[in-house]
């Protein structure tokens, strides 16, 4: 499978990133990888090229900008998604980032992943 179609999940959530990494192999991804913190996301991102990376937001936001703007730099054919909750999005400000809330994810993953821009 080509690196375009590969995925990072990063976030802290034990289970969501389970749960969202078993969904995607369920929907025929089949390179799917998994870590807890962004150290362990900068080794991937080291080693391998990702077409997709999604980037679990917690407080305070810093480190999930600082580890977007990480993968931009480094793979900047990368699409980036911010996972946040749905309590945390009133402190997001409107269109200032590709994220996707974490309680709604699984409706409209599959077409975020495969839209061509």
Known sequence: MSSSSAILICDR???FREVLRNFLLAAGYSQVEV??????????LHRQSYGHVFIGVARPL???RRLAAIV?????????FLLINANDLVIFPAGSSDYIIKEHAFESLLNL???PR
């Open 13 to 15: 959530e034990d289970l």
């Open 35 to 44: 870590v807890a913190t962004a150290r362990e996301a900068m080794a991937k």
């Open 62 to 64: 810093s480190r999930a």
């Open 72 to 80: 931009q730099r480094r793979q900047p054919r990368a699409k980036i």
């Open 113 to 115: 992943l495969n839209d």
